[in-house]
């Protein structure tokens, strides 16, 4: 079946503009994450979105950074003001919800020059 | 303090020779340990997950165990394409539902 789709897979821009980054969780997942994964820091989360609750944005950054979920489906990351500390890969991951195994894209690799 | 320390960082290994990669935690209250596989440029590839001291589970060439302090991910005869980067996971009771995973183990296998 289908997995996490992410959009674009590259994405190169200027200091300074604001980027959009778009997640297609995989379809009846209720949860849905955000991760960044950059050389030297790992994996870390992002925010969290489960059924029609408040968000966890607990690991956003600055505010910057926000992130919508429409529908309960497609969700889309927004960086605004980019910097160059933003340039990173950007991952989504999907879960039936609970503690149950998340499947990630493959991401969007964001460079700023 | 770190919550996730995964070991060694890189491991190199011949073809069929079998090593054990180990992650150990902090978090009280362990909710789910997760093992993913990462292939360059692509994402965490989801392996087992392990949700209580005592607990193993097996696909192919790997087994993975729990205990109250450490995750053994066990490699049995490895191939050369079980290269690629081994990330270890948790969740606990009192932190959030997302994952907070270690740096990873760098494995490669030579033919």
């Known amino acids: 079946g289908a997995g996490v789709s992410q959009s674009p897979s590259n994405k190169v821009t200027e200091k300074g503009k604001d980027v959009e980054l778009r997640c297609d969780p995989i379809?009846?997942?209720?949860?849905l994450y955000w991760y960044r994964q950059s050389l030297g820091q790992g994996l870390e989360f992002l925010i969290y979105?489960?059924?029609?609750?408040?968000?966890?944005k607990s690991g956003l950054p600055s505010d910057r950074f926000s992130a919508e979920r429409t529908g309960g489906s497609v969700s889309t990351l927004t960086i605004q003001r980019t910097q160059q500390e933003d340039s990173a890969v950007y991952l989504c991951?999907?879960?039936?919800?609970?503690?149950?195994?998340?499947?990630f894209g493959d991401g969007t690799r964001l460079s700023i020059l | 303090e770190d919550q996730v320390t995964q070991s060694p960082e890189a491991l190199r290994l011949q073809e069929g020779e079998s090593s054990s990669l180990n992650c150990s935690y902090t978090?009280?209250?362990?909710?789910?340990l997760f093992w993913y596989r990462q292939d360059p440029g692509k994402g965490p590839e989801f392996l087992f997950t392990?949700?209580?001291a005592g607990e193993e589970k097996e696909k192919e060439r790997l087994k993975a165990t729990l205990t109250k302090k450490e995750s053994f991910l066990h490699i049995t005869a490895p191939k050369p394409e079980d290269s690629a980067t081994y990330l270890c996971?948790?969740?606990?009771?009192?932190?959030?539902?997302?994952?907070?995973f270690g740096s990873g183990t760098r494995l490669q296998v030579q033919p």
């Open positions: 392990l949700y209580s």
């Open positions: 996971a948790v969740t606990w009771a009192t932190g959030r539902r997302a994952l907070t």
């Open positions: 979105f489960q059924g029609n609750s408040a968000p966890d």
């Open positions: 978090v009280s209250g362990l909710r789910g």
């Open positions: 991951a999907s879960s039936v919800g609970g503690n149950q195994p998340q499947h």
């Open positions: 379809s009846g997942h209720t949860a």
